[in-house]
């Protein structure tokens, strides 16, 4: 998530009440959660696992709750006793939620949008594209050229990501958005979630069967093929040309290579290659796959043979 003005590390610590160490003058321009940081950024931790990834990420600002900790030359370090409660802090400040009506949609030339379809606060939509009944667009979604939206699927729905309390789950209050990029055609009864802090992307020319969900930040490449109830999870990153058959599922924080294809209810564990075809659950290089079906199927003739 932008900030626009920028703010400076010194400035947000005074609005949390917390204590800032480090270059206190570095412009603060966006707020990002860990996985998608950039250069400016402020990002919160609150876990020791993801201390060194924080510190050693491109953020210029680390919110976390630890104070005897070598700073990074360059950065900037806000002290809290609950970073995940300051970052929500932060987000309702410079990005108060205005979901419907507050800036009006803007459809582009010759594009038709159902009567039944309900569009939140700044949402934009090119030409000629086609919404279909039902769908809902939530605020802060940007649609491009020629795209197709069939009934009853939302586009910019609520990341699920929760911080677990004693007492239940507190929500992360989000900030991020969707952009759908130009030929894109999503089926119907489908699922994308916005962002946490920065956007979910689809790539131009990529096509979505019915039921399917992408989760919160992914980024999905160009030209990609994915067929119903395929289930993407957070923060994963798909490459170009990559094609999921039907009932994929992608775990979180994983990323699969250009030219890639994951066969019917096959679910990856860990990052894979492109160009390459994937099955099973763990899945692996289907041919590999394929010869371990065959020998398992051997199994029983080999027990028999042993017992004899």
Wanted: glycine share 12%.
């Amino acid at each position: 998530m932008d900030l626009t003005p920028s703010s400076t590390a010194k400035d947000i610590a005074q609005l949390l009440g917390a204590e800032v160490k480090g270059n206190s003058d570095l412009a603060v321009t966006g707020i990002n959660e860990i996985n998608r940081v950039r250069a400016g950024d402020l990002v919160y931790v609150d876990h020791p696992k993801y201390y060194e990834k924080a510190l050693n990420s491109a953020a210029t600002t680390i919110l976390l709750d630890k104070d005897d900790i070598v700073i990074p030359d360059g950065k900037a370090i806000i002290i809290s006793d609950d970073p995940c409660r300051d970052y929500n802090t932060l987000i309702i400040h410079f990005n108060p939620r205005k979901a419907w009506g507050s800036i009006e949609p803007l459809i582009g030339r010759g594009s038709e949008v159902h009567s039944s379809v309900v569009l939140g606060s700044n949402v934009r939509i090119g030409v000629d594209c086609l919404i279909m009944p039902g769908v809902v667009i939530y605020e802060n979604t940007t649609i491009g050229n020629n795209v197709i939206i069939h009934a009853n699927t939302v586009i910019g729905s609520d990341p699920f990501y929760y911080k677990k309390r004693k007492n239940g789950y507190e929500k992360m209050v989000p900030g991020g958005s969707v952009v759908i990029e130009d030929d894109v055609e999503i089926g119907a009864q489908c699922a994308i979630d916005r962002g946490v802090s920065a956007e979910t992307r689809i790539g131009r020319g990529t096509k979505i069967d019915n039921h399917v969900h992408i989760g919160h930040d992914t980024l999905i490449g160009r030209n990609c093929l994915f067929a119903g109830h395929v289930a993407i999870s957070g923060a994963v990153v798909i490459e170009d040309d990559v094609t999921l058959w039907g009932q994929a599922g992608v775990p979180s924080k994983l990323r699969i290579g250009k030219g890639a294809t994951l066969l019917g209810q096959s679910a990856i564990m860990n990052s894979v290659e492109g160009g390459k075809t994937y099955l099973g659950s763990p899945a692996g290089e289907w041919r590999q796959k394929m010869r371990e079906i065959a020998l398992i199927a051997k199994l029983p003739d080999l027990f028999k043979k042993m017992e004899g």
